[in-house]
């Protein structure tokens, strides 16, 4: 069946620090998987991208690994800042079918 | 620059009433979808659409109907709610094989 979970509901991180958010999918045809931010009260704003034919993309402050023998995908902050505090959301897009997962709540303490 | 725009914002329906959320994007995507988010909850694809005059049920379509006669607007249906449907409702647009853009929801209470 088609699955998207997450490994960790919440996480809580001193500011600096970096944080790792986990999560697993279970469909190997998936191709494109994307990270979202979500503020309360807000819609999901997209953070990063990876396609299937890789295994790490890099962005602002954000690292995003694949590993597709395993079925993970990981979402690095670098120095996490009180601004990052959300929830994150990783999505799996299968031929337009856009499918979330739980969704982790990461805490920043100042 | 409006990107994805849903109305309304709130709203409340009483038990066995209809109502359409409105969703409507000017980035020209082919894609859309439609999404609920209970409290403390992630996001559930109710319907989706690949272009103009197809549309495809997602993961929790019960209780709902769409049509998508225009790139632009994907109008979502709920015909006889349901205190169940209380929920946020998320509209999103994007481009085959990249990232969707999201409104900023509709909140849905039943009573």
């Known amino acids: 069946g088609e699955s998207v979970g997450l490994h960790l509901p919440t996480l809580s991180v001193q500011e600096g620090d970096n944080s790792i958010i986990n999560c697993a999918y279970s469909?190997?045809?998936?191709?494109?998987f994307i990270w979202y931010k979500q503020e309360s009260g807000k819609g999901p704003q997209f953070i990063i991208d990876i396609r299937s034919n890789m295994d790490k993309r890099q962005g602002q402050r954000v690292t995003v690994l694949l590993n597709k023998t395993v079925k993970h995908l990981s979402l690095q902050i670098a120095a996490t800042q009180p601004g990052d505090s959300a929830v994150y959301f990783c999505a799996e897009n299968q031929r337009g079918k856009l499918i979330f997962g739980q969704g982790t709540e990461l805490s920043v303490k100042p | 620059n409006a990107g994805v725009t849903q109305t309304p914002k709130f709203r409340i329906l009483k038990i066995g009433q209809s109502m359409t959320l409105q969703c409507t994007q000017d980035m020209n995507h082919n894609y859309m979808y439609w999404y609920r988010q209970d409290p403390g909850m992630g996001l559930k694809l109710i319907y989706y659409s690949v272009g103009a005059g197809i549309t495809d049920k997602g993961e929790v379509p019960n209780g709902y109907n769409v049509s998508r006669s225009t790139t632009e607007d994907f109008p979502l249906r709920l015909e006889l709610a349901a205190p169940s449907q209380t929920s946020v409702y998320f509209c999103?647009?994007?481009?085959?094989?990249?990232?969707?853009?999201f409104g900023q929801g509709t909140r849905l209470t039943v009573v």
């Open positions: 469909n190997s045809a998936s191709d494109y």
């Open positions: 999103a647009s994007g481009r085959q094989g990249a990232e969707a853009f």
